[in-house]
């Protein structure tokens, strides 16, 4: 009796793709559990979310109500959602579970997106260039720290770099609707997440009308419609439900956009207010520049320019190199018309350009090289073949070192430790006291943390019934006339909230009782980075 043929053993490339695909996982995965693991409190803007998801998953309350409330897309708060209902059971207070499953939504998606990423290098340039490109991504410290950080930048990067990748799909072949529609519906997730997503079905459509030639009038018109069915059934019912196309206050002209005041890396900076015209362009333009070398580390936002460089004659003639050219360009417009418009520019809404900076960072690093092997006086020494992936392994190296060697938001754990300690203070009031509390906190963490404001945050009692303001504030020490105190930092970061905190800090009213509560970190008053301050108002 004849055995059984054995199985035909995978192609060569397939295995081979497999393989890095697995090392690239295995990195990703150890970035990110690495930077959960070192966490002292997620990201200010992580409390937002958690109570976002909380409220969605509120029986009581219809989610058309909450859509219409909630400043943001609830494709990540559905994610954050959906971790907390699928981790183990735990006996830690909800107040850590919620921040924990904001980490994990955002770190699973992180990983992911290797898969876009090594698929892009590997069809525009090489799988040793997709390979090194997901290397640089996940090592970048911006990128590491925001997709493990509660924050939205995970879920949005890996469905725009799979909208993308199935543009640059479909653009290749002859019949584009299948790609298209995967395009579509990958553009509508990301644009659930952050609005930009609408970014990529306008950037890949753009590119069928540059080939309508080659599409054909029927493929396009199909392509088209796919490219639209796949967006809208996706977005379209939360456009629906809200009445338009986001409810951000950045994208609204009638309001005025505030960088967020967080710690760790610094998540926005700031275009002077007085600035206008030309001068306003300049400091859009430089702080956007800025802001694009800390998102790519520097080394990495450098070698991408050189590699986008030498690939101008490639991305000219190669229609599969425009969407996701069109698309960073597009970003690049949006962040520039928020920094001029808004004020402010943010490394986070730099990362997705920086994404596509890695493609061409690790694909133009072969042409350099070959370049200088050219070069009669050292030609020689460049004409190694390793050399690419050899200063890719070390621009991640450089990129790895802030990741590995520091602890997300170090800086900010007394707001944490804050949040205890303002549960008991307000516990120990008396029932008309606690019914007259008013916790002035810009950031945050401490009112959360102390479950006061863990799903909804509670609304101010009127005027007349306030009897206990507790304000949370960062400071600074101080000398003067040879004396040492402790005084808050300034109200400069356009928050009412904290201007409120301050002025009643620096001036309670006449006849109130100030008591510190909570300073952070231990040890002498006047040496602390953040106070937890009591302030019993006279009785009225």
Same mark, same amino acid.
């Given at each position: ?12 490339? #397939?295995?081979?793709?497999v ?13 990110? +559990? +690495? ?7 997620t990201?200010? @803007?992580?409390?937002g979310?958690a ?11 219809? +989610? ?15 994610a954050?959602?959906t ?7 735990s ?12 980490q ?8 992911l997106?290797?898969f ?12 040793s260039?997709?390979? +090194? ?7 970048l ?7 493990a ?12 770099l799979s ?10 072949r ?14 509508g997730?990301a644009?659930? !997440? ?9 950037? =890949? ?15 396009l018109v ?21 009445g ?22 610094? /998540?926005a900076?700031?275009i002077?207010p ?6 306003r !362009?300049?400091h859009?333009?430089?702080?956007m ?19 986008l ?5 490639? !991305?000219w ?7 996701? =050219?069109?698309?960073?360009g ?5 962040v ?10 943010s490394?986070?809404h ?9 493609? /061409?960072?690790?694909?133009? #690093? ?11 006086a050292?030609?020689?020494? /460049? ?7 050899a200063?890719?392994?070390?621009l ?5 070192v ?13 707001h ?6 303002l ?16 916790? #002035? ?6 009112? &959360? &943390? ?12 009127p ?6 303001? /507790? ?15 402790w005084?808050? %930092? @300034?109200?400069?970061f ?7 905190a301050?002025?009643?800090?620096l ?6 009782? !100030? %008591?510190w509560v ?15 301050v009591?302030i ?5």
């Open positions: 009796m004849t055995s059984p043929p054995a199985p035909a053993a995978p192609p060569p490339s #397939l295995r081979s793709d393989g890095r695909l697995c090392v690239l996982v295995l990195i990703a995965a150890g970035v990110h +559990w +690495w930077v959960v693991a070192n966490t002292a409190v990201a200010r @803007d992580s409390v979310f109570r976002y998801a909380l409220s969605l998953g509120e029986p009581s309350r219809p +989610w058309a109500e909450v859509l219409r409330a909630e400043a943001h897309p609830p494709g990540y708060p559905l954050v959602l971790a907390h209902r699928l981790l183990p059971p006996d830690q207070p909800l107040t850590d579970r919620i921040p924990f499953a904001a994990v939504a955002s770190s699973v998606a992180g990983v997106a290797v876009p990423v090594y698929w892009l290098g590997r069809r525009l340039f090489a799988p260039a997709g390979f +090194w490109a997901a290397v640089l991504l996940q090592l410290p911006v990128f590491a720290r925001d997709t950080d509660g924050l939205s930048d995970g879920p949005f990067l890996v469905c725009v909208a993308v990748a199935c543009g640059v799909w479909a653009l290749d002859p019949r584009v609707w299948a790609g298209l529609l995967a395009c579509g519906v990958l553009s997730l644009y659930l !997440v952050r609005p930009e997503g609408g970014l990529v079905p306008a950037a =890949v459509g753009l590119v069928s009308l540059l080939r309508a030639g080659r599409l054909g009038f029927g493929n199909v392509g088209g419609s796919a490219l639209a069915v796949g967006f809208l059934a996706v977005g379209g019912p939360y456009m629906a439900t809200i338009g196309f986001t409810n951000k206050p950045a994208f609204k002209a009638e309001t005025a956009a505030v960088p967020e005041a967080v710690g760790g890396p610094v /998540f900076r700031s002077p007085d600035t206008a015209g030309g001068q !362009v300049w859009t333009a430089r702080t520049g800025e802001e694009w070398l800390k998102a790519g580390h520097y080394g990495v936002a450098v070698f991408a320019v050189i590699g460089l030498l690939s101008l004659r490639r !991305v003639r190669e229609p599969r190199f425009w969407p996701p =050219v069109l698309y960073a597009g970003q690049l417009i949006a520039a018309a928020l920094g001029f418009k808004k004020g402010y520019v490394e986070r730099l990362l997705p350009v920086a994404a596509v900076g890695t493609l /061409f960072a690790a694909g133009g #690093l072969t042409t350099w090289f070959g370049l200088w092997a050219k070069v009669p050292v030609g020689r020494v /460049f004409a190694w073949k390793g050399w690419p992936a200063l890719c392994a070390a991640a190296v450089v990129g790895a802030p990741v590995f060697t520091s602890r997300l938001h170090a800086d900010r754990a007394g944490k430790e804050a949040g205890p300690k549960a008991e203070a307000i516990a120990a009031l008396t029932p008309e006291q606690q019914a007259g509390v008013v916790v #002035l906190d810009h950031y945050q963490w401490c009112q &959360f &943390f102390s479950g006061r404001a863990t799903a909804t945050i509670p609304p101010d009692p005027p007349e019934r306030q009897r206990v303001v /507790f304000v949370v504030l960062e400071g600074k020490e101080q000398k003067r006339e040879g004396a040492r105190r005084v808050p %930092e @300034d109200p400069d356009g928050s009412e909230r904290h201007e409120t301050v002025r009643y800090y001036s309670p009213p006449p006849g109130s009782a !100030v %008591e909570h300073h952070w970190p231990p040890g002498p008053p006047e040496q602390a980075k953040m106070a937890l009591k019993t108002l006279p009785p009225k």
